[in-house]
């Protein structure tokens, strides 16, 4: 299993981002996917998360401004990031769990002025 994040940019405080995770198997035989951040000197700390059946969790530093999706068509999990702070910034890092975990190589969000 492969997963391939993209998206990642620098934007300015208050912008929005749309990250997307591509795996090169149906993103419906995961238990989970979910979407990862990392900072340096710091764990890797859950951002969102979506079940098989579609249930949601959001880490409470982004509820009301992250929505991780499915995208049947495409078979990627998406992350739309609004109203982004500076503290949203590290690594996102893409990862689906189906007994064993998956992880992808991450794609860099960067929020600036």
């Known amino acids: 299993v492969q997963l391939v994040e993209s998206g990642g940019d620098l934007v300015q405080p208050g912008g929005s981002l749309r990250l997307s995770c591509a795996a090169t198997?149906?993103?419906?035989?995961?238990?989970?996917m979910a979407w990862y951040r990392q900072v340096p000197e710091k764990q890797r700390e859950l951002v969102a998360s979506?079940?098989?059946?579609?249930?949601?969790d959001y880490a409470d530093s982004v509820k009301g401004r992250f929505t991780i999706s499915k995208n049947r068509a495409g078979n990627t999990v998406n992350l739309q990031m609004n109203s982004l702070k500076p503290d949203d910034t590290g690594v996102y890092y893409c990862?689906?769990?189906?007994?064993?975990?998956?992880w992808g190589q991450g794609t860099q969000v960067t929020v600036s002025s």
């Open positions: 990862h689906a769990y189906r007994g064993v975990g998956y």
């Open positions: 198997e149906s993103i419906f035989s995961f238990t989970v």
């Open positions: 979506i079940t098989a059946g579609g249930s949601t």
